[in-house]
């Protein structure tokens, strides 16, 4: 049993009775589990050396990860880095590195883990990504955020066991990371938190309009650090007008259809300006709940 935080000298902080906060390195991450209603602190503490082992496994294969699928070799990536690859070669967009699933490949690792320790619902939210483990019958309360920009949590909704969600994440304007496109948030609901992840920086890619109301720049003069440096990324958008809003959404909901029908994608959501699109969100969540943002 690890010990627990009092003394301030881990890098986890415990919220409430099964739910701890973990800041290190690059992740920022709340972990959360139970066993038939039975919250389980000292597992939520314990995955940090699940974090550690994830991180030090992705750092030791970065140079490849930072590549564009087609440069790397089949067969060179396996574990961890490997589902990362799998992931971007499902969604099937060239330009997403494995990257791109970055955080919700770590969010996959500890829930993963918590559930072979024996949690019964475990939900490891990675700055955002979110991994779910629901046992039969459970189910979990979430709020997402329409907006990255506005960074206020205005949409609500229960998942349940039973609908195959095991991942849940959010990308756009306003995000951790550089985006593409023109769309303040863009979620994704998906079997695993890897695909789900890759799915809503591709789906929030789509969303981009070429208009004098975009201002974009070259990611390398943004990050120099970047792994698509050499792609335009989008820095500022403007006041669109309703064809430009109508476009991007339309975009959006063609390529939401085609990676339903390809198995990858359950449901998902976007948010361009002031205008909302669900795509299957009142089919798969019937209570969800809208504070914000006129519905497309």
């Not at 072979?116 to 189910?139: C, F, H, I, K, Y």
């Not at 650090?225 to 975009?251: P, T």
Request: proline share 4%; charged share 20%; with cysteine.
């Amino acid at each position: 049993m690890m010990p627990h935080d009092s003394n301030g000298l881990h890098p986890w902080r415990i919220l409430a009775p099964g739910k701890v906060y973990f800041h290190y390195g690059p992740t920022s991450m709340v972990v959360m589990a139970d066993k038939d209603g039975s919250p389980l602190t000292d597992l939520c503490c314990e995955a940090y050396d699940v974090i550690n082992a994830a991180l030090e496994e992705i750092t030791a294969s970065l140079a490849y990860l930072r590549l564009y699928p087609k440069q790397i070799q089949r067969g060179l990536l396996t574990g961890l880095p490997g589902k990362m690859l799998e992931g971007v070669l499902a969604v099937g967009e060239p330009t997403l590195t494995p990257m791109a699933t970055v955080a919700g490949a770590v969010s996959d690792t500890v829930a993963d883990w918590l559930v072979s320790q024996g949690a019964s619902r475990a939900m490891v939210n990675n700055g955002g990504d979110v991994a779910l483990r629901l046992a039969p019958g459970t189910e979990v309360k979430l709020g997402i955020m329409s907006s990255l920009q506005l960074g206020v949590i205005d949409r609500s909704l229960t998942i349940r066991a039973e609908d195959g969600i095991g991942g849940v994440a959010t990308s756009g304007l306003g995000g951790r990371s550089l985006t593409r496109g023109i769309a303040q948030g863009v979620s994704v609901f998906s079997a695993t938190c890897i695909l789900a992840d890759a799915l809503a920086t591709h789906l929030a890619n789509c969303s981009y309009v070429k208009s004098g109301h975009v201002i974009v720049a070259k990611a390398g003069q943004v990050d120099p650090g970047s792994d698509i440096k050499d792609l335009d990324v989008v820095i500022g958008v403007n006041k669109l007008d309703g064809r430009e809003v109508k476009q991007a959404l339309n975009q959006v909901k063609r390529e939401a259809v085609r990676q339903k029908k390809k198995g990858n994608l359950i449901a998902a959501c976007c948010r361009v300006q002031e205008t909302m699109l669900d795509y299957e969100m009142k089919n798969i969540f019937p209570d969800l709940i809208c504070t914000q943002a006129a519905q497309g």
